[in-house]
């Protein structure tokens, strides 16, 4: 491990340190680490009273994922107060597994176990950490499942085809939905089916539908009258691929509830490495943007209650079952998070995390995004970012995006092994497992600093087998 040596000094109060709500608050907090600056070794917990976004960036290999994972179990140790966390405030969680990494959560540590458990428990030891219980589920989306490899009690996830927007359609069939003949039709399709119903050839007319499935999308190409204003082979190719997408059986049978996959005192891993990109951007869009809605709804619900001091009896019960029929405060986390929401074309996952991350935290809904390539990341989402832990940065480019982006100002001297530096420099020094903290929400914090971040508590599934 290198030696740090930053001026000036963090603080001269003794004990903790926490960071992440500008009031200080200090009513819900995640253990990250401790500072691994000269001097005392004192721990370093995130506030998450407030809501808020953070930033995990590095390199493959230095421990990026496994901060991810340290926050994950953060949030999942319930609502007693641990040597991990402490939550007053009932909020769930959502992972998207980009890497299928994080199921292993849901694995204690233990002296007992392979080859593998046992190491990482010596490391949980050695840290001065103990296992403990956590609220952690496994979810796949149904189809995609491997009977052969998959873990026990994983769960399945189907989503409602009348829940997509008209951009999730045109990204799942991969068109443009707004100028080819096939994005054009679909358009239609759903225009008829949920909004104005149709005529068709030889039948009745049809009376529209909001809770249409892919079969009755089928139906209406089948017998619509105005589908004959599009070609034969435009027709064919929607066919072919609605009949594809009726077939997968994340589209079939009844949708899961988010009340489900969402619930205070618990996280849920969604592994996504074995569907493709497309179905997967869509996934990602339809359960951030029923997320938002169901948020907007109960804080829009909690202000009137608040805020309003005439309501009735009646008006008081509706609201308060409005909120209580609807997702707690949530914290959604996603590794590799450039896949989803990169400098590249546009796509529905990444717009919807944009306005995930702008608009948010008004409901009580906060983010953290891991990333190797931070200069892959949309600049309009490192904006959002409050916090930023740091790991190791080599590549020129990357390191710039993360010295430019810090949210507390540099230290005024840093010395790495006695030689003076600067924060690129640093940056590129820094061991496996150690981070720069940089946190805009700070008042025990004037400056960045170094964390070292502390050992997980469960399996870390993010080593080459």
Known sequence: MASYKLLPPVSSRPGPVFAGDPSDKQIDRVLLGSLAEGGQRRQLWLDISGEQVVGVLGKRGTGKSYTLGVLIEGLAGGAAETAIARHKTARGGLVFDIMDIFWSTQIPLSMSGSAEIKKQHAAMVRGGMKPQDLAVDVWIPAGFEDPEIDPRGVRTIRID??????????????????????????????????????????HPPILANTTYNLDDLLDCLDAAAFVANFSDSTV???????????????????????????????????????????????????????????????????????LQSDLSDGERRKLKNAIATRIPRTWVLMDEAHVLAGTGEGSVARDAIIKYAKEGRNFGLSLAVATQQPSALDSRLMSQVETMIVHQLTASKDAAVAAENLKSPSPESMKVDDVLSDMRGLLRRLSQGEAVFSCGNAPQLPRSCVLAVRPRISAHGGYEA
């Open 236 to 306: 064919r190719a929607v066919r072919q691929r609605l009949q594809s997408f009726a077939r997968l059986e994340l589209f079939r049978g009844a949708p899961t509830p988010l009340s489900k996959l969402i619930s205070a005192g618990r996280v849920s891993i969604l592994m996504l490495s074995r569907v493709p990109d497309q179905i997967k951007r869509v996934v990602v869009s339809v359960l951030l943007n029923q997320i938002l809605r169901q948020r907007s709804a109960a804080s829009f619900a909690q202000k009137r209650l608040d």
């Open 161 to 202: 085809p009348a829940a997509l927007s008209i951009d999730d359609w045109g990204a799942l069939f991969d068109i443009n939905i707004y100028s080819e003949p096939q994005g054009m039709l679909i358009a239609d399709l759903i225009s008829h089916v949920c909004e104005s119903g149709y005529e068709t050839r030889d």
